[in-house]
């Protein structure tokens, strides 16, 4: 399996701080990473695929970027609304396979 | 506007057999492929399979021996078996939809909990 290594685990941040999310594939999966984000109780919501595609009606400070195996997510300026956890996921090999997660606060 | 409904049991016996099922509404179940996905605290988020709306199938490697996923067009409809459970199946279940776009709409999610 392709196993997905996310960095940090956790942050605490302010409001309209610079949010930098990684994640590291043990293989190269090209652009076939994906980003969700999920709240607490909830499912998680599609953020990104392709690695830098903005899923429609994902706010525009939200972006992905990178390919073979490193990857990033990136908030330009938080808001209280994004504090959630932060999965990444690869849809290149069977099994599909998810980062641990980033659980992202407020400072 | 495609919404996914999960339903099923949420208490399972140790050894027995868990199914849920997946209601598309919305939209037809054609053309997309339909996936479970399911999640604990012990082990986050794991992709349990997918299944195309021609029936074709892809399963966790982990878990093919136990799962069975199927397809109900006529039913719009999408179910998960997995077999011979343990308490290391309790987990939150998700079905979700893909196509080019992988997970792009989910179900809320349904609690399944192995005990006796």
């Known amino acids: 399996d392709i196993q997905m290594t996310q960095s940090p685990s956790s942050l605490s941040v302010s409001v309209g701080d610079r949010v930098t999310i990684t994640c590291r594939a043990t293989?190269?999966?090209?652009?076939?990473l994906s980003w969700y984000q999920q709240k607490p109780g909830k499912a998680p919501n599609l953020l990104i695929y392709a690695a830098s595609t903005l899923q429609s009606g994902v706010p525009s400070r939200f972006s992905g970027s990178g390919s073979g195996t490193d990857f990033t997510l990136t908030i330009t300026s938080l808001q209280p609304e994004d504090v959630a956890t932060y999965f990444c996921q690869q849809s290149y090999i069977v099994p599909w396979t998810f980062g641990q997660g980033t659980k992202v606060e407020i400072k | 506007q495609v919404q996914l409904q999960e339903s099923g049991p949420g208490l399972v016996k140790p050894s027995e057999t868990l199914v849920l099922t997946c209601t598309v509404s919305?939209?037809?179940?054609?053309?997309?492929?339909w996936a479970w996905i399911r999640q604990s605290p012990g082990k986050g988020l794991e992709w349990i399979g997918n299944i195309y709306y021609s029936g074709s199938t892809n399963y966790n490697p982990s878990l093919r021996s136990r799962v069975t996923i199927s397809v109900d067009t006529s039913k719009n409809q999408f179910s998960l078996k997995l077999s011979s459970v343990t308490a290391a199946d309790t987990a939150v279940y998700y079905c979700?939809?893909?196509?080019?776009?992988?997970?792009?709409?989910w179900g809320r999610g349904t609690l399944v909990t192995v005990s006796s």
């Open positions: 293989l190269r999966i090209g652009t076939y």
């Open positions: 979700a939809r893909g196509s080019t776009i992988p997970h792009d709409i």
């Open positions: 919305g939209g037809s179940i054609s053309i997309y492929y």
